[in-house]
């Protein structure tokens, strides 16, 4: 039994593993551990403290999530998988109490805590320890009822449309609106990477019974979890490594769907536009109805068939589509639940594939034997649905791009079952209907059971269809199911699709332009509908003008090209034959040719022979995400998965490696930023930096002395407009801060206390000012403030020193944990009144925060920003601009490493800026040139120098060509002038860099 059938073996006995120091903690949900598990787990300790080390006591991803992820990361659509409710709570609600249910249900439920990351390539789940949850409140009790609706309405689209960060995030978040008439509003929110439809409900079900028990204050009376969904994931990992080591009997999957897709079109529908160069996944819905009468009669055809209402919706759906698009084979795509075993049914996360089924409309059949072939695709297509969807997409060389979604374009969801109606604490709760503004496809419809009818949405995207065509859609579909199940036998070109009032404009257009579009009977066809386009003006009538045409919803004709009814272009290729791709402009080196072949060949187990097709070599997606880690490890390049996407060749990777090389340094480029002479070198860093004119700036740090009974020594340099030099001082072990007096003076702050230069020399500051370990040093209105770290006796205290060159100080204890050990703090601040402290510590258990707090003339209140949090943080700067613009900045602290990481304060609320992906290392300082660009730089404990660039006020960051460097602290603006300088080390120490314009 290897490690992940053993923790299958476990999970299946409701028996969970976890490490605490070198022993295994171990919990049975059944109350005891037999002697048989005992014995396993002493015989497999070591094994299973190394599993539980490599993976955070996590797993590997599931194909669902990878699915998602991959849509996330490559196509940059992961907002339009949030899932989004809108709930009126008749009456009040305890805020205090709504905190306790979320934090409890983050707490039950590990996936809406769980980070997915790449390791080596490979996606994994990583859980992170709970944390408290707040409620995002707003109150709209002063509005008008229709303002308040209004304004309701733009918080759930904005709650739909912001992206979770995948790797970061809580997957879940909330807002309770208060409105005027005395209810209350609770829009909530999660993306579907950690939960899928029914996961909407258990949510809803949970969050009503912990907001109770937190109410009454009691315990909940839930259910104990049998798992996690972890633990699913574990599950299907070993399925899926038994059917590989142990196939069965049967046709193997992969050769199943590519002979079930086997050219079939990879395009539905006329498009009222062009695809954008990349989707936005900006949408809009259609809402429609199939009354009583008409799903009784659909389900009595579908009895008659032997087969289920959703098979006969989906026939119906088929005759629709083929007709608008002219064509005779449709691919529509279904969701499948996928929850294997009891343990999982009343489990929230995402247990959902998707499924391509095929509907043939070849030869006319009438609507009951379109239904008995769809009935048998459906079968077939279903009895292979365990393949993971991103399997089938690589079986049929088919890749993921930034335009449409691989495979298919239309998506077609049945929902049964009557929702149930939550309650809190005793108010009734009501689901207002809301439709997202976005859009996952190019259509999706989706139908719910509302009391013996059914409610339909359609969801369509605005980058490629009107409006009008949407509704027209939605209309046609509802007239075809009438007029399918009054005669099923019927051929199908012989039903009516057009409304009375429809056939009424069609004629009024036909007449004015003298023109008809028609079927291959010659019948006039719907709008939108694809037909021949033929003359009707009495010289020459019938003669045809094209083949292929139809009369768009908003007016006009529209002419168009052949439909993709056979493998070309448009269709799938069968794998081992390639496509056309545009190679970048820069020419790839033989050895660049040769690294993308080998890492290739590492990755899918195949050497290309010439250019051939990395999808139809059998690569995945995923596949291609590990080649480009291999290429940020071995050719030192990271390159957006995008543009590897558009170029699946050796020569096309090749070449876009080079370019990026080139552009980064690597083959000859020179960066921007230059590294300053300095007076002496050797190990150390040169953190701190201050730009007083072009004559006088000052750079101060830390020198390493090996050997030395200290270990260390503090630097100051001095810029006198010709070049730097050291500056003799009283030793201070380290300098942590550098800052300019009202009078112009330098200070300096270190581990021994305050240097003050007066002209031609530094002189330690005495009388009141403190002694030791001074973390920062800032000026702040007319005063200098700086952080005092305690030395070690028992119960000292972190606290902040206000004073001034009159040598008069003040204490301001901080609000920090009695118990917490300082390791170090910033202080920045706009005035006496608008003070910013930020304190990282260490707990007993060794745990790491940081603390941030606010000085408003009066008292410090600590401030955590919901963003951020306090746990597993390091905060390396505050960089306050004003009452309505403060920054934070720092790194999150991961088992991979620190995290890049900002928030942002702008007067109402905190908000995360979007930083490039996955980006490493503390951000320590940030400066906004002369320009108005913001550029903030970061490194250090093991990650080289980093250099971002903001062109938009901050709200994104994108990489800029750092220096070559180990640690980048301070930067500045140049003063009078057009450039910035950054302090810190390069690899062989000590280092300052300046960089010549910032265009």
Request: charged letters at 25%; a negative charge.
């Amino acid at each position: 039994m290897n490690i992940v059938q053993l923790l299958t073996w476990l999970d299946d006995r409701g028996i969970q593993v976890d490490r605490r120091g070198d022993r295994l903690l171990v919990r049975s949900l059944h109350g005891s551990v037999d002697d048989e598990v005992r014995s396993l787990l002493r015989e497999h300790k070591a094994a299973l403290l190394a599993e539980i080390d490599r993976g955070g006591a996590d797993a590997p991803a599931s194909a669902g999530q990878q699915q998602l992820w991959l849509i996330d990361q490559v196509e940059g659509g992961g907002h339009a998988y949030n899932a989004t409710a809108v709930l009126r709570v008749k009456g009040p609600v305890d805020d205090a109490a709504l905190d306790a249910a979320f934090t409890k249900l983050v707490q039950r439920n590990e996936v809406f805590r769980t980070s997915l990351v790449l390791r080596a390539g490979e996606l994994r789940q990583r859980v992170r320890p709970a944390g408290p949850v707040t409620v995002d409140r707003v109150d709209l009790e002063g509005l008008p009822g229709d303002t308040a609706e209004t304004r309701i309405r733009q918080i759930a689209d904005t709650s739909a449309r912001t992206p979770f960060d995948l790797a970061d995030d809580v997957l879940v978040r909330a807002t309770r609106i208060r409105t005027g008439d005395g209810d209350t509003v609770l829009v909530v929110t999660l993306h579907h990477v950690a939960g899928d439809g029914l996961s909407m409900a258990l949510l809803h079900a949970e969050i009503a019974e912990l907001y109770d028990a937190a109410v009454s204050d009691r315990e909940p009376e839930l259910p104990p979890q049998p798992g996690q969904y972890r633990d699913y994931a574990r599950r299907r990992r070993q399925s899926a490594t038994d059917d590989r080591e142990r196939p069965g009997d049967g046709e193997p999957a992969d050769q199943f769907w590519v002979r079930y897709l086997d050219g079939a079109p990879s395009t539905v529908l006329p498009l009222d536009r062009p695809r954008p160069a990349k989707r936005t996944f900006a949408g809009d819905c259609v809402r429609f109805r199939l009354d009583t009468e008409l799903v009784a009669r659909l389900r009595d055809l579908a009895s008659g068939r032997a087969t289920t209402l959703f098979v006969v919706l989906l026939a119906v759906l088929g005759d629709l589509l083929g007709r608008h698009g002219g064509q005779e084979d449709v691919v529509i795509a279904t969701p499948v639940v996928d929850r294997p075993e009891r343990r999982f049914e009343k489990m929230i996360g995402y247990f959902l594939n998707t499924v391509a089924i095929r509907c043939d409309l070849s030869g006319g059949p009438g609507f009951g034997a379109l239904v008995d072939r769809v009935r048998d695709s459906t079968r077939a297509a279903l009895a292979h649905a365990s393949t993971p969807f991103e399997e089938v997409v690589r079986a049929v060389g088919a890749s993921r791009g930034g335009t449409h979604s691989p495979v298919y374009q239309v998506m077609f969801a049945l929902q049964t079952g009557q929702p149930s109606r939550p309650f809190l604490s005793g108010n009734e709760v009501e689901e207002i209907p809301y439709d997202p503004p976005t859009a996952k496809h190019d259509l999706t419809i989706m139908l719910d059971e509302d009391g013996d009818g059914l409610l339909g949405r359609l969801e369509y995207s605005t980058d490629v269809l009107d409006r009008e065509t949407a509704c027209l859609l939605a209309d046609h579909l509802v007239t075809l199911a009438h007029a399918l199940v009054a005669d099923p036998s019927r051929p199908l070109a012989a039903i009516p699709l057009a409304t009375d009032v429809e056939r009424t404009r069609l004629a009024e257009r036909e007449d004015a332009l003298s023109l008809r579009i028609v079927d291959s009977e010659g019948a006039r066809v719907p709008l939108g509908v694809v037909g021949r386009l033929v003359l009707d003006d009495g010289v020459s009538p019938g003669r045809q003008l094209a083949r292929h045409a139809r009369w768009r919803p908003r007016g006009g004709v529209e002419v168009l090209d052949d439909p993709p009814t056979q493998p070309g272009p448009n269709a799938f290729r069968a794998p081992g034959t390639s496509a056309a791709h545009a190679g970048p402009d820069a020419p790839a080196t033989p050895a660049t040719s040769t690294l993308v072949a080998a890492i290739w060949a590492d990755v899918i187990g195949r050497t290309p022979a010439g250019d051939e097709d990395f999808f139809a070599l059998g690569g995945t997606s995923m596949a291609l995400m590990q080649v480009n880690w291999e290429l940020r490890r071995r050719a030192g390049v990271e390159v957006p998965i995008a543009e590897l996407l558009a170029v699946p060749t050796v020569s096309g990777m090749a070449g876009t490696v080079a370019q990026h090389q080139e552009r980064t340094g690597r083959e000859g480029h020179t960066s921007r930023w230059t590294r300053t002479e300095l007076p002496l070198r050797g190990p150390g860093h040169l953190f701190n930096v201050a730009a007083l004119s072009p004559t006088q700036m000052w750079a101060a740090g830390v020198r390493e002395t090996p050997g030395s009974a200290e270990g260390t020594r503090s630097v100051v340099l001095r810029w006198n407009g010709d070049s730097w030099h050291e500056v003799p001082h009283p030793e201070l072990e380290k300098v942590f801060g550098v800052a300019v007096a009202p009078s112009g003076a330098v200070w300096l702050s270190g581990r021994r206390g305050l240097l003050c230069f007066e002209g031609t020399r530094f002189r330690r500051v005495g009388g009141d000012a403190p002694q030791y370990d001074c973390a920062s040093i800032t000026r702040i209105g007319d005063g200098l403030w700086t952080m005092v770290r305690p030395d070690d006796t028992p119960g000292a205290q972190t606290y902040v020193a206000a004073g001034g060159e009159d040598g008069r100080w003040r204490r301001l204890p901080l609000p920090l944990p009695p118990r917490a050990t300082t390791r170090f703090g910033c202080l920045a601040g706009t005035s006496d009144r608008d003070v910013w402290a930020a304190v990282v510590v260490d707990g007993d258990d060794a745990s790491r925060e940081s603390w941030l707090a606010h000085w408003d003339g009066q008292r410090w209140q600590e401030v955590v920003p919901p963003p951020l949090g306090r746990a597993g943080v390091e905060i390396m700067r505050v960089v306050p601009h004003g009452p309505d613009d403060v920054w934070v900045l720092g790194a999150r602290l991961t088992a991979e490493g620190r995290v890049s990481v900002m928030v942002r304060w702008d007067g109402h609320e905190w908000t995360e800026p979007t930083l490039p992906a996955g980006h490493r290392g503390r951000i320590n300082s940030l400066t906004a040139a002369g320009d108005g660009t913001l550029w903030a730089v970061g490194g250090g404990q093991g990650d080289a120098g980093v250099v971002l660039r903001s062109n938009d006020g901050g709200r994104h960051w994108e990489p800029d060509v750092a220096p070559s460097s180990v640690l980048l602290g301070d930067i500045v603006p140049f003063p009078d002038g057009d450039g910035l300088i950054v302090g810190g080390a390069a690899d062989d120490g000590l280092a300052l860099f300046r960089r010549e314009g910032v265009a």
